[in-house]
């Protein structure tokens, strides 16, 4: 059994200006089958190519420069149009922050819900009743009522369930949810994620779940890689990374997480002070070096490699020793 997902030293760039701007360097990751993987990290840090570049379908000016990355053990960048097709439809769900975009406004949550299953195979009246039950089981009440409805009179968290609906209904290999939560609500937030972990025991799917949220992540995901300026610089079993961070870009983006009883004012950090580079100007050594508390002279002209931390736990952290030494939340409250 191959796993749902691995990417191997996957390097893209894109083509800006008559410039290959590289937007991620060897990217090695693994999901396996029934597992949750949370990949965060601020914006701009690649997130969504990682996304896009697995499915082969990055824009126009974007290519694979280096590595690999397999779905079920197919070959992404290898497999002929038809075949990509095929995995495509077949193996790969993708749920975007958005719910708006993927719902076609001038047809019925029913009309998209069935057509889902008649694209599996279904007959046109056993796919309307697979869709109205699809819709059930991801908590809709009166699912008939909302296969009767256009988008707009649906909210956005309803909108995303029933995108969630049509994502589970061809069973993929692999869903990815990009951001899901981004932009709604906080009680709808909660929603959603308490919905994505309970459909996670009950379909069993592995999920690739990108968020800019270390919170998010924290009740969902079994496993986090750490996305900085397009390199995964720490990667490990969610507990271990809550509790014990030892990159210290993941300790800044735990310090920056909201805490019970803290307010603001009170010794906590919104942001991580400074930016990420620019894909244009990646400096030399540690990506990070620029804004880390701990950096020294070798971390501006040596590349770390990733240390092996703990079972499997990894850091690109020459100093990864010390990450306990910065100030970091213990615990996390899932949002
Ligand atoms: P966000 O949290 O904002 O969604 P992200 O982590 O998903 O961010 P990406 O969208 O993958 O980040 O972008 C990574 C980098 O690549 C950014 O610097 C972005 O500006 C750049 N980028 C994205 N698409 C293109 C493109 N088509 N051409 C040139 N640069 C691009
Ligand atoms: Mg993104």
């Known amino acids: 059994r191959h796993p749902a997902l691995e990417l191997d030293r996957l390097s893209v760039d894109y083509r800006v200006r008559g410039r290959d701007l590289p937007v991620l360097k060897d990217v090695t990751l693994t999901i396996r089958r029934g597992e949750a993987y949370g990949l965060v990290g601020e914006s701009g840090s ?3 190519t990682v996304a896009l570049a697995l499915q082969r379908v990055l824009p126009a000016n974007g290519r694979i420069s280096s590595g690999t990355a397999k779905v079920r053990g197919y070959d992404i ?3 002929d149009p038809h075949e990509l097709r095929k995995v495509r439809a077949r193996e790969i769900a993708m749920v975007f922050q958005d719910p708006g ?5 001038s047809l019925t949550i029913g009309r998209q819900m069935s057509e889902v299953f008649e694209i599996l195979g279904a007959s046109r009246g056993d796919a309307w009743t697979r869709g109205e039950e699809m819709l059930a089981r991801v908590r809709i009440s009166g699912p008939s009522r909302v296969m009767a409805s256009y988008p707009h009179q649906l909210s956005g968290g309803m909108q995303q369930r029933v995108v969630i609906a049509m994502a589970l209904a061809k069973d993929p290999a692999l869903l990815i949810l990009d951001e899901p939560t981004t932009g ?3 009680t709808i937030e909660a929603e959603v994620l308490d919905l994505v972990q309970a459909l996670r025991r009950e379909f069993g799917a592995s999920i690739l779940f990108i968020s800019h949220n270390l919170g998010a992540i924290a009740g969902l995901c079994d496993r986090v890689g750490v996305l900085y300026a397009g390199r995964l610089v720490e990667e490990g079993d969610a507990r271990e990374i809550f509790a014990r961070p030892r990159h210290p870009y993941t300790a800044g983006l735990l310090r920056c997480l909201p805490r019970a009883g803290i307010r603001k004012g009170e010794g906590q ?3 991580i002070p400074g930016f990420p580079p ?3 100007s990646i400096p030399v050594g540690c990506v990070f070096a620029p804004r880390c508390g701990l950096a020294r002279d070798r971390c501006r002209t040596e590349t ?3 240390y092996g931390v703990g079972p499997g736990h990894g850091s690109r952290c020459h100093f990864h020793d010390e990450v306990h030494e910065l100030p970091h939340v213990g615990t996390v409250a899932a949002v």
């Open 46 to 48: 690649g997130k969504s």
């Open 77 to 79: 960048a290898t497999l």
């Open 101 to 105: 975009k993927a719902l076609n406004p």
């Open 184 to 186: 709604l609500d906080a």
């Open 269 to 271: 950090l919104d942001t």
């Open 278 to 280: 620019p894909p244009g």
């Open 304 to 306: 770390p490699p990733l």
